[in-house]
Structures are given as C-alpha cells and as structure tokens.
C-alpha cells in the first residue's frame, strides 16, 4: 500500500519529521505551500496564525501534481497552531474530500508545548472520522533534534509499516505514538510514604492557638514595624540631603 505524506511546515519542524517518516517507509511526501506564506517572524506570526485558525480559514496553496488514486494511506503532519492543525490542512482537504473518504489516514503533530491532542482531535473531526490509523505527537523536531525525538519519529514510522502488514490480515491497527511528552510510568514517579509526614491533629492546632500570646505578638509586630519605618526615613533623609547639595 503506497502512502503519501501531505504537510504544511512554517519553520522546518514538520518537514524534519514528514521528511525522516518517508525516508524510513519509503512514502512520498507533499508539501503544502501557501501561495501568500504566513509572516513567520515576531509577534505578528502569532497573531497572524492564530486568527487564520479562528477565522478557519482555507488560505490559496501553491499549485501542487499529486494522484491521490496512487495512495492507500495518507498521513498528514501538521504544527499546532493555537491548539489546533494549521489552516493549510484545511485547505487540502476541502479539495480532495471525496477521494480521501476511501483512504486510510494517521497524523502527526508538531508542538512547542501543548495542544496537540486538541488540534488532533479537530482534524479528527473535519475529516469525520473515529481515529487515525497511527497518530504522533512530537515536540520541535527540527529545532531541538533530540535522540528521543528521532526515535518517537522512527517509532511512528514503524507503525506505519506495521499497519500495512495488519491491512493484509484485514486487522485495523491504532496505535498512538508520543514523543517527549511521553508519560512517565506511576511507579517511576516518586512517592511520599504517610509515615514520613509530620500528623498534626486539630487538637494540636487549637491547643497552639489557645496559648497564643498575643499581647507578645503585637508588642514584637510593633517594634518590627517602628525599626523599618525608622530605617526607612534615616536612608531618605540622607538621599535628599545629597541631592539638596548637589543642587547647591
Ligand atoms: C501561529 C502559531 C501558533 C502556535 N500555537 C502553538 C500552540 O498552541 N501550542 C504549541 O505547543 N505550539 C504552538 N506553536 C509552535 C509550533 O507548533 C511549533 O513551533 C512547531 O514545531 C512548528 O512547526 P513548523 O516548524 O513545522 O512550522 C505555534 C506557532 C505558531 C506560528
């Protein structure tokens, strides 16, 4: 079964990933270009951005040759924007959303932080369907290249290989493929045994409170405060006399 990769990338993280996925699976790759390119510089390319996923927009792509009829799978890699899938996606979509419709089709997401899942599930959504076959989250491939990374990539890649081995059988594979934001096992987190926490009881806390001496509090709050006040006008008294001398 032959696969395509269609991906929009503004800063290169996303074609780092759609690039090394078809290198590995031998897939085909196509990017989407937008025939007026996002500003990809300053606070602008936020504002910009964001207000085009908002708005979902469906910005004009550069003229593309692709026969969707060649491909059984089509992966589709994405940044997130805003939480979302950038809007080129949408774009793509709307064009070839009948020939689509007989596909099988997995996903990618490229983030800073968070908001993949959402943006999945978004595009989930406009392609109205339950799940994608292989779904990947990876964080900033291309800028922080870390090992880590590069495995989750190859892992996704492996899964689009083992899902074209599950076709032949007829079983349907999901399999869902996170990298860096790989969730940490509950027995490696570190635990706090109840036995080494202090118990402190209510009886305690009142029984503190009742031999409270107040009179003692107050007095030592004063002088604390008198002292800091005192300080406080000594050091101002001082800044003002230099500078009424130096105006002398
Ligand atoms: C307009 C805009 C909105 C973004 N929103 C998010 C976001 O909601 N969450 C996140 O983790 N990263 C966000 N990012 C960062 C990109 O998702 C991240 O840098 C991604 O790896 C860029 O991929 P690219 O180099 O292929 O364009 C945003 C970037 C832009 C330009």
Same mark, same amino acid.
């Given at each position: 079964?032959?696969?395509?990769?269609?991906?929009?990338?503004? *800063?290169?993280?996303?074609?780092?990933?759609?690039?090394?996925?078809?290198?590995?699976?031998?897939?085909?790759?196509?990017?989407?270009?937008?025939?007026?390119?996002?500003?990809?510089?300053?606070?602008?390319?936020?504002?910009?951005?964001?207000?085009?996923?908002?708005?979902?927009?469906?910005?004009?792509?550069?003229?593309?040759?692709?026969?969707?009829?060649?491909?059984?799978?089509?992966?589709?890699?994405?940044?997130?924007?805003?939480?979302?899938?950038?809007?080129?996606?949408?774009?793509?979509?709307?064009?070839?959303?009948?020939?689509?419709?007989?596909?099988?089709?997995?996903?990618?997401?490229?983030?800073?932080?968070?908001?993949?899942?959402?943006?999945?599930?978004?595009?989930?959504?406009?392609?109205?369907?339950?799940?994608?076959?292989?779904?990947?989250?990876?964080?900033?491939?291309?800028?922080?290249?870390?090992?880590?990374?590069?495995?989750?990539?190859?892992?996704?890649?492996?899964?689009?290989?083992?899902?074209?081995?599950?076709?032949?059988?007829?079983?349907?594979?999901?399999?869902?493929?996170?990298?860096?934001?790989?969730?940490? *096992?509950?027995?490696?987190?570190?635990?706090? *045994?109840?036995?080494?926490?202090?118990?402190?009881?209510?009886?305690?806390?009142?029984?503190?409170?009742?031999?409270?001496?107040?009179?003692?509090?107050?007095?030592?709050?004063?002088?604390?405060?008198?002292?800091?006040?005192?300080?406080?006008?000594?050091?101002?008294?001082?800044?003002?006399?230099?500078?009424?001398?130096?105006?002398?």
């Amino acid at each position: 079964m032959k696969t395509l990769i269609v991906y929009y990338s503004m *800063s290169g993280n996303t074609a780092y990933a759609a690039e090394r996925i078809a290198a590995r699976i031998g897939a085909d790759t196509l990017r989407l270009v937008p025939t007026k390119e996002y500003r990809n510089k300053g606070l602008k390319k936020f504002l910009q951005g964001g207000k085009s996923v908002l708005l979902a927009e469906k910005p004009p792509l550069e003229e593309y040759d692709v026969d969707l009829s060649r491909y059984g799978h089509i992966v589709f890699g994405f940044p997130v924007w805003a939480a979302s899938f950038a809007p080129p996606l949408r774009t793509f979509i709307a064009a070839h959303r009948g020939k689509l419709r007989r596909k099988q089709v997995s996903a990618f997401a490229c983030q800073k932080s968070s908001g993949a899942e959402k943006a999945l599930k978004a595009l989930r959504k406009l392609l109205r369907i339950e799940a994608f076959e292989v779904e990947g989250v990876f964080i900033e491939p291309g800028r922080k290249k870390a090992k880590e990374t590069d495995a989750a990539i190859d892992e996704f890649g492996d899964a689009l290989i083992e899902l074209g081995a599950g076709n032949r059988t007829g079983q349907p594979l999901h399999r869902r493929v996170r990298a860096a934001v790989r969730p940490v *096992s509950r027995d490696k987190l570190p635990t706090i *045994s109840k036995d080494k926490l202090p118990s402190v009881s209510r009886e305690d806390v009142r029984k503190y409170f009742s031999n409270w001496n107040y009179r003692k509090h107050a007095k030592f709050c004063t002088a604390l405060y008198l002292s800091l006040y005192a300080i406080d006008m000594t050091v101002s008294y001082f800044i003002c006399k230099k500078m009424l001398d130096k105006l002398d």
